[in-house]
C-alpha cells in the first residue's frame, strides 16, 4: 500500500489553446513517479464558449464532439484527446476524478416566457416582488448535437429560477418561477442558497432526475472515470446526492469514491452535510484551508498548535481531502483566499507528511502561474515525493509551543528506509527533542529541505534533537532515504 495523492491538474488560467489534454498525457508517467496517485481534471463538457473554464455548463453530452457555441473542441481539446489522457493516467496507474457540476445551465439556445416573483439576492426566503411575466433563456436544444447520446430538451420547467430577465435586461434580483420553491435542503447563506447562477438546475424535477442519471451513467461507461469531483454541494437538495451515488455505485458495479466541493469554513457545516448524506462522499477541507490562509496572513502570530482546530481533519479524517488553494481561491476569482508564498512550504509538509487525510495538491503550486506570476513553491516535488516514499508509521506530535511544532513518524517494513521527522515555525526557529524510537539509536537524519545543513544523531533512547529555521520547514529523513530522494520534474 502507497499514500494516496490527488492533484488538481488545472488552474483558471490555463491558455485556450486546445492542447491541455494532449499535456495532461504527455504528463502522466512524470506524476507516476513523482507519487500522484489520483489526478482531478476541469470539466469536460461544452461551455458557454470556448474559453469557458468548464463551469459555465452548456451540453454535458458534448466533451469536444460537435460543433456548439461556435467550437468543436473545448477550451482543452476534443473528445478523443480526452479519452486520451485518460488512457494515458491508467496506464500509468492514476486514477482520474471527473468534475461534475449538476448545479445550473447556461448559455440556453432559446428564450422562453413564462412568470416568475422576485427574490431578494441577499435573502432569498425575502419574497421582494409579484408575479410577472419575464423571458428567461431556459430552452436548451443542442442544435449542433442532433439528439446523438440523448434527445432531452431543458425548458423552464425543469428549473426553479434565474438572475437575468431578457425583457428588462436586468439581474439585480432573483427571479424565482411560479410554482417553484427554493429547495431547504441546502446551505443557509443568504436564508437559502439554492439558487447560485445562472438557471439553476430543478432537482425536485424527477424528469430531471431520470435525465441527470441517464447522463452521469453514460459518461461513465463512456470515459471509463474513477472518481467524481463534485461541484456546488451546498447549493444542491442534500438528499440528492445520498441517492444518486447510492444508485450509481449499484449500477456500475463500480466503488465511485466522490469528494465534493462544500465551501465553508465552518466545520459543523461541513459535519451536517457529511450526516446528511450519510457519508457517501468526502470533502474538501475548506475550514482547514481558511486556517492556513489566515496563518499566512498573520506575520507570524498565528498559533501554529492550533492549526488543525476546527478542521475536517481533525473532527473527521477518513471524510477529509485537505488542500491549500485552487482555482476559485486564486488572485481575481471569487472566493479568493490565496495562502501566501512564505507559508505555503509549511502547509504542504502539514497535508503531505502526516497520517490524516488524502492531500491535494494545486497545479499552479507545483508548476507556477506565468500569467499572474506566481513561483512555484519550493520543493513542493521532494515533499510529494518524500510522502510516497517515507511517511509512513505511526505518528507522534509534538505541539506544545504556539510557534515551533513537530512530528515524527516511525516508518514500517513494508517501505525501505521510511520514517521521519518534521520541524516548522511560523516566527522564530526552535529545536524539538523528539522520539523516532530505539529502532533509529545511532542512525543520522538529513533535512531534504536543505535549510538545516547540520545532521542529527538518534541516541540510544531513539531520541533527535531536529532543528527548523525561522519561518521555515524541515523534513529529516534517514541517510538513505535522503541520498535517493530523486525528483524528475
Not at 172 to 197: A, C, H, Q, S, V
Not at 390 to 407: H, L, N, P, S
Request: aromatic share 14%; hydrophobic share 35%; with cysteine.
Amino acid at each position: 500500500m502507497v499514500n494516496e495523492t490527488m492533484m488538481q491538474y488545472f488552474e483558471w488560467y490555463l491558455p485556450n489553446d486546445g492542447l491541455w489534454w494532449k499535456r495532461c498525457a504527455a504528463k502522466a508517467d512524470n506524476l507516476k513517479n513523482l507519487g500522484i496517485t489520483s489526478v482531478w481534471l476541469p470539466p469536460a463538457y461544452k461551455g458557454t464558449s470556448q474559453e469557458d473554464v468548464g463551469y459555465g455548463v452548456y451540453d454535458m453530452y458534448d466533451l469536444g464532439e460537435f460543433d456548439q457555441k461556435d467550437t468543436v473542441r473545448t477550451k482543452y481539446g476534443t473528445k478523443e484527446e480526452y479519452l486520451e489522457a485518460i488512457r494515458s493516467f491508467h496506464e500509468n496507474d492514476i486514477k482520474v476524478i471527473a468534475d461534475i457540476v449538476l448545479n445550473h445551465r447556461m448559455g440556453g439556445d432559446d428564450t422562453e416566457v413564462t412568470t416568475a416573483v422576485t427574490d431578494s439576492p441577499d435573502n432569498r426566503l425575502e419574497q421582494v416582488g409579484g408575479e410577472q411575466k419575464v423571458k428567461v433563456w431556459s430552452k436548451f436544444t443542442f442544435p449542433g448535437r442532433h439528439g446523438k447520446y440523448s434527445d432531452f430538451v431543458w425548458n423552464h420547467t425543469h428549473f426553479s429560477g434565474t438572475d437575468w430577465d431578457e425583457n428588462t435586461k436586468k439581474s439585480d434580483l432573483i427571479y424565482r418561477f411560479t410554482g417553484k420553491t427554493w429547495d431547504p435542503d441546502t446551505d443557509p447563506e443568504k436564508g437559502n442558497f439554492d439558487y447560485l447562477m445562472g438557471m439553476n438546475v430543478d432537482m425536485d424535477n424527477p424528469t430531471v432526475v431520470e435525465e441527470t442519471k441517464k447522463w452521469l451513467e453514460w459518461y461513465i461507461n463512456t470515459t471509463g472515470l474513477d472518481a467524481l469531483r463534485l461541484d456546488a454541494v451546498k447549493h444542491i437538495s442534500f438528499p440528492f446526492y445520498r441517492e444518486l451515488l447510492s444508485w450509481i455505485r449499484k449500477k456500475t458495479g463500480m466503488p465511485l469514491p466522490a469528494v465534493g466541493e462544500y465551501w465553508s469554513g465552518d466545520i459543523e457545516r461541513l459535519l451536517y452535510y457529511l450526516d446528511s448524506v450519510n457519508n457517501e462522499m468526502s470533502l474538501f477541507d475548506v475550514a482547514l484551508h481558511y486556517n492556513f490562509y489566515n496563518a499566512s496572513i498573520s506575520g507570524g502570530s498565528y498559533p501554529l498548535n492550533r492549526i488543525f482546530d476546527n478542521s475536517l481533519v481533525k473532527e473527521r479524517p477518513e471524510k477529509a481531502v485537505t488542500f491549500l488553494d485552487n482555482h476559485d481561491t486564486q488572485y481575481g476569482q471569487s472566493l479568493q483566499s490565496f495562502v501566501e508564498d512564505w507559508f505555503k512550504p509549511l502547509a504542504y509538509a502539514m497535508i503531505l507528511l502526516r497520517q490524516d487525510g488524502i492531500p491535494c495538491i494545486f497545479y499552479s503550486d507545483y508548476y507556477g502561474n506565468p500569467v499572474q506570476n506566481r513561483p512555484l513553491v519550493p520543493n513542493l516535488g521532494k515533499l510529494i515525493k518524500t510522502r510516497h516514499e517515507y511517511a509512513y508509521g505511526e505518528q507522534r506530535d509534538y505541539f506544545e509551543d504556539e510557534k515551533v511544532i513537530g512530528w515524527t513518524r516511525a516508518g514500517d517494513e513494508e517501505h525501505p528506509d521510511s520514517g521521519l521527522a518534521v520541524v516548522m515555525s511560523n516566527a522564530e526557529g526552535g529545536t524539538i527533542h523528539m522520539e523516532m524510537g530505539t529502532a533509529f539509536a545511532g542512525e543520522e537524519f538529513f533535512d531534504a529541505m536543505g535549510s538545516c545543513t547540520e545532521s542529527v544523531t538518534i541516541d540510544q533512547d531513539g531520541f533527535g534533537d531536529f532543528r527548523t529555521e525561522g519561518g521555515n520547514v524541515a523534513v529529516w529523513l534517514r541517510k538513505k532515504g535522503f541520498e535517493n530522494l530523486i525528483v524528475n520534474e
